[in-house]
């Protein structure tokens, strides 16, 4: 089959794949205290049913999946989802994004089922405003879940973190320092408009150029790696010396759109070509149904080809989109 290209040239190889709307935190930015609205399970796709699709879309050239939520690990038995999406012929990459809450009963059982990266998302070492950021205490249950994933023989970990303005910056270096100590890659990103209550303004993005400027005083100049992915939603850069690289995903000041290679499938089974779309195509009435493989296979190259040129965030043309994230998974 020939590639999935969109009418821009976009080559898309990378499918995000929720297997949750819920979480077991609930991050200001991302979800309300109280009053979330969550998918009734019966709508949310069972482990056959997004096997099925992703074997559907490794033939159009889907090699790297990552699964996110809400927060993966709290669907029940996620390494026998993890052990059926890696034993696809086709896939070369297979990566989870957890808040690490529940990682340390599950990183041993993830990595023998094939799972090899993680992200792991932790915005500060500081256990009080941890409780401030997430409504929970959770922080030594994070720190649990992050030795955790190295015992289990994790070696490709990276920490997102969310910078916001007037509150994250005391903690940009101390995360920076954590990771150089640890062997891990910091992934700082911009405070976006995806949140479920309408907090996000422009003045509370702490901006990619402002924290370089930050980890280059302090710890040591930062310089762009040369030979990154140019479709890798992150920005990297090397420590002069170094010390390791440090990521940046600057979806607000320096959108990547142009080079954007992944498309999404949310837990209640809708497709979706960028994070922002207002709209979205169903797909898990086709996986329900005795539609064929080449009906699916269809539906992904009509969504790829109604894709947009960009998110339009720096435009007075921007929409937010409908759904806050958790809903359409990180």
Request: include cysteine; charge should be neutral.
């Amino acid at each position: 089959m020939t590639a999935l290209i969109d009418k821009f040239g976009r080559v898309h190889d990378s499918l995000r794949i929720s297997v949750t709307d819920r979480c077991n935190i609930r991050c200001f930015y991302c979800m309300p205290e109280e009053g979330a609205v969550f998918s009734n399970r019966a709508d949310i796709l069972s482990y056959e049913e997004i096997e099925r699709f992703v074997r559907a879309a490794v033939p159009l050239g889907i090699n790297k999946l990552r699964l996110t939520g809400g927060e993966p690990l709290v669907r029940r038995d996620l390494a026998s989802l993890v052990a059926r999406l890696a034993a696809i012929p086709g896939i070369l990459d297979l990566a989870l994004t957890t808040n690490a809450v529940l990682l340390e009963q599950h990183a041993e059982s993830l990595y023998r089922a094939g799972l090899r990266r993680l992200n792991i998302h932790l915005d500060t070492l500081d256990r009080e405003k941890f409780q401030r950021i997430t409504r929970r205490d959770d922080l030594p249950r994070v720190m649990a879940g992050i030795d955790a994933a190295v015992r289990a023989g994790f070696e490709r970990i990276k920490l997102n973190i969310v910078a916001v303005k007037g509150l994250m910056e005391p903690d940009i270096v101390p995360m920076a320092r954590f990771c150089r100590e640890r062997g891990f890659e910091p992934r700082y990103i911009e405070f976006m408009p995806l949140d479920a209550q309408s907090l996000w303004e422009r003045q509370r993005v702490l901006s990619a150029d402002q924290m370089i400027a930050m980890l280059s005083e302090e710890i040591s100049p930062l310089e762009p790696v040369t030979d990154a992915d140019p479709r890798a939603p992150a920005t990297e850069y090397r420590y002069a010396d170094g010390g390791g690289k440090v990521g940046f995903i600057a979806s607000v000041t320096r959108p990547f759109c142009l080079n954007c290679n992944r498309i999404r499938l949310t837990s209640d089974g809708k497709l979706r070509y960028c994070l922002f779309a207002i709209e979205e195509t169903d797909v898990r009435g086709l996986l329900r149904s005795s539609a064929s493989d080449e009906e699916i296979v269809a539906v992904i190259r009509r969504n790829v080809a109604e894709k947009w040129l960009g998110h339009e965030i720096n435009s007075a043309k921007f929409i937010p989109p409908p759904r806050p994230m958790y809903s359409i998974g990180g």
